[in-house]
């Protein structure tokens, strides 16, 4: 139900003013310990100049390098890591067309092809989705996590629920509520947001117990640099998962993947494979997943084409 819930909402969600990504790491002292179930990234000033770069992810170690697009650098001196893992960012990094490979006095070295912008990266937007406020699991301690943090602008629960007011006070007061109808589209904002400071320090919770909780100061650079890696990540992304390779699969028009043969919105991850009664090996159907999150969002599929075609959008969205 969650999942069906949360591709729902990232399609309705689209629009080309922004970036809808899904699970997304957004712990920053201890990676892993925090998932964020949906990102929105709005664009910045350097958006455009960062979608003519390249239309997926560009790795951080080549992003955090000491290489520009000036005079190229050796591998050597651009990269503080053991010769292999450098090795393997730079091919990465030039498969995506972020640097270029020369020699320099007989040594590997590398360039970029643009200059990498800085300020590309608008507003960032987390969205914990909670289709039934009955079973709530860790809803609390992460939405706590989330506010006490501060490394995105707002953070929203989205619930499929009806909202008391004994809900809203178990949760931070800074974080806002949507009441989402799958089925319709429909999105009710009942509790407006209220702005976090990414800019500023911030706490992040290791653990809590009864007796003590366990935290970690996180400063402003690190919130910066984890920030940029969460929009690099989802810019990279996106948030349609590819089809099962089932005679059964199909999407919807808007790219989520759909079994013919049980009537709905499946998991492929999860629900298809040889596990299911109905499985039928074949090649995964043709979705469209570029063109319709080209067509839909602030995502530019083909930089190498005309180039971003479109005015960075900088509307509000909530």
Same mark, same amino acid.
């Not at 912008?117 to 960032?124: A, C, E, F, K, T």
């Not at 919807?252 to 999860?270: L, S």
């Given at each position: 139900?969650?999942?069906?819930?949360?591709?729902?909402?990232?399609?309705?969600?689209?629009?080309?003013?922004?970036?809808?990504?899904?699970?997304?790491?957004?712990?920053?002292?201890?990676?892993?310990?925090?998932?964020?179930?949906?990102?929105?990234?709005?664009?910045?000033?350097?958006?455009?100049?960062?979608?003519?770069?390249?239309?997926?992810?560009?790795?951080?170690?080549?992003?955090?390098?000491?290489?520009?697009?000036?005079?190229?650098?050796?591998?050597?001196?651009?990269?503080?890591?053991?010769?292999?893992?450098?090795?393997?960012?730079?091919?990465?990094?030039?498969?995506?067309?972020?640097?270029?490979?020369?020699?320099?006095?007989?040594?590997?070295?590398?360039?970029?092809?643009?200059?990498?912008?800085?300020?590309?990266?608008?507003?960032?937007?987390?969205?914990?989705?909670?289709?039934?406020?009955?079973?709530?699991?860790?809803?609390?301690?992460?939405?706590?996590?989330?506010?006490?943090?501060?490394?995105?602008?707002?953070?929203?629960?989205?619930?499929?629920?009806?909202?008391?007011?004994?809900?809203?006070?178990?949760?931070?007061?800074?974080?806002?509520?949507?009441?989402?109808? %799958? =089925? /319709? *589209?429909?999105?009710?904002?009942?509790?407006?947001? $209220?702005?976090?400071?990414? !800019?500023?320090? +911030?706490?992040?919770?290791?653990?809590?117990?009864?007796?003590?909780?366990?935290?970690?100061?996180?400063?402003?650079?690190?919130?910066?640099?984890?920030?940029?890696?969460?929009?690099?990540?989802?810019?990279?992304?996106?948030?349609?998962?590819?089809?099962?390779?089932?005679?059964?699969?199909?999407?919807?028009?808007?790219?989520?993947?759909?079994?013919?043969?049980?009537?709905?919105?499946?998991?492929?991850?999860?629900?298809?494979?040889?596990?299911?009664?109905?499985?039928?090996?074949?090649?995964? %159907? =043709? /979705? *469209?997943?570029?063109?319709?999150?080209?067509?839909? $969002?602030?995502?530019?599929? !083909?930089?190498? +084409?005309?180039?971003?075609?479109?005015?960075?959008?900088?509307?509000?969205?909530?």
């Amino acid at each position: 139900m969650e999942y069906r819930f949360e591709l729902a909402l990232c399609a309705a969600l689209e629009s080309p003013d922004r970036v809808v990504a899904r699970q997304l790491g957004a712990g920053v002292e201890t990676p892993g310990t925090r998932i964020v179930d949906v990102c929105l990234l709005s664009p910045g000033a350097g958006f455009e100049d960062r979608a003519a770069i390249s239309a997926e992810r560009i790795p951080d170690p080549a992003i955090e390098a000491a290489v520009g697009p000036g005079e190229a650098v050796p591998v050597a001196d651009a990269f503080d890591l053991p010769p292999e893992r450098a090795a393997a960012v730079v091919d990465r990094a030039v498969e995506v067309g972020y640097l270029e490979r020369e020699r320099r006095n007989g040594r590997p070295a590398v360039r970029a092809t643009a200059r990498y912008p800085d300020d590309w990266v608008g507003r960032l937007v987390a969205v914990e989705n909670k289709p039934d406020l009955g079973t709530p699991g860790d809803l609390e301690a992460q939405l706590r996590y989330d506010a006490a943090l501060g490394l995105f602008d707002e953070v929203v629960l989205a619930t499929g629920s009806y909202v008391t007011r004994a809900h809203l006070n178990r949760i931070p007061d800074a974080v806002g509520v949507w009441r989402f109808d %799958p =089925e /319709t *589209g429909e999105r009710e904002v009942v509790r407006e947001p $209220t702005p976090l400071d990414p !800019d500023a320090p +911030g706490v992040e919770i290791r653990a809590e117990r009864p007796s003590r909780t366990d935290v970690a100061l996180v400063d402003a650079e690190a919130k910066a640099r984890k920030r940029r890696r969460i929009a690099e990540r989802a810019y990279g992304k996106g948030w349609r998962p590819r089809p099962p390779g089932c005679a059964h699969a199909e999407a919807t028009a808007d790219g989520r993947p759909r079994c013919a043969q049980f009537d709905r919105v499946v998991d492929p991850g999860r629900e298809c494979g040889s596990g299911c009664r109905a499985f039928d090996p074949a090649d995964p %159907p =043709e /979705t *469209g997943r570029d063109r319709l999150r080209d067509r839909r $969002t602030a995502w530019v599929a !083909d930089p190498d +084409g005309d180039g971003p075609r479109r005015q960075s959008g900088l509307s509000r969205y909530l």
